[in-house]
């Protein structure tokens, strides 16, 4: 009876796969335009992602970023994808960057609807300080124009995202992702040669095709 009730929940497993699978091939569209907000953390997160929708979006480091994403043909109930992304951020009474980078990114989605997905990218990234810097000279303190750093900025992340596509049709995509990056070097010295930060995004996806 047990070995009945296994094969059973491995048929319903089988259609529901070949099903997803059928529909990602047919219906899933190739390129789109993203757009989202994030609430950015320096540091290493005190607790689960949740932590952040409670404590981290009432801060002022804030920041945006625009995408465009070329998705290859799906294999299986998996997909490739390729990622341009421009962004900036604004991390209270320290920094304020901007930065451009390759994202690729491998995502898992179910009957064309409930995705997850892991990403990982390299990107420029160019930090200048939110606060006026002074240099010392003849004995006094004299204001100095500080035209930032540049900055190679690793990044690894996962998420979770729903498709209005395969749901009602409407060419979007939600999600929600969070990222550790890090800003290298960070001190010209090498005194602090990386920092550790964490971001976590809202954003839409428009599909394009």
Do not use: W
Not at 16 to 28: M, W
Not at 83 to 107: N, R, S, T, W
Not at 134 to 160: C, I, Q, W
Request: aromatic share 14%; glycine share 8%; net charge negative.
């Amino acid at each position: 009876m047990k070995c009945k009730s296994y094969l059973l929940a491995l048929l319903c497993i089988l259609i529901f796969c070949e099903i997803g699978i059928s529909q990602y091939k047919s219906d899933a569209p190739q390129h789109s335009l993203g757009l989202s907000v994030f609430s950015e953390f320096l540091g290493t997160p005190k607790h689960t992602p949740l932590y952040y929708l409670d404590n981290s979006f009432p801060t002022d480091n804030k920041g945006f970023a625009i995408s465009i994403e070329s998705a290859g043909e799906p294999f299986g109930l998996f997909r490739f994808s390729h990622m341009m992304e421009l962004g900036y951020f604004h991390h209270q009474d320290l920094y304020q960057v901007l930065f451009i980078g390759y994202k690729p990114a491998l995502e898992l989605k179910l009957l064309n609807t409930i995705g997850a997905h892991v990403i990982m990218g390299l990107s420029y990234a160019h930090s200048l300080p939110t606060n006026q810097t002074y240099t010392f000279e003849d004995g006094e303190y004299e204001k100095k124009r500080n035209l930032g750093h540049p900055h190679f900025m690793p990044s690894l992340g996962a998420g979770v995202s729903l498709d209005l596509f395969g749901l009602l049709n409407v060419p979007a995509e939600i999600f929600i992702r969070e990222e550790v990056f890090g800003l290298a070097p960070y001190a010209t010295d090498g005194d602090f040669p990386i920092t550790i930060n964490h971001k976590i995004s809202l954003g839409i996806k428009i599909f394009m095709d």
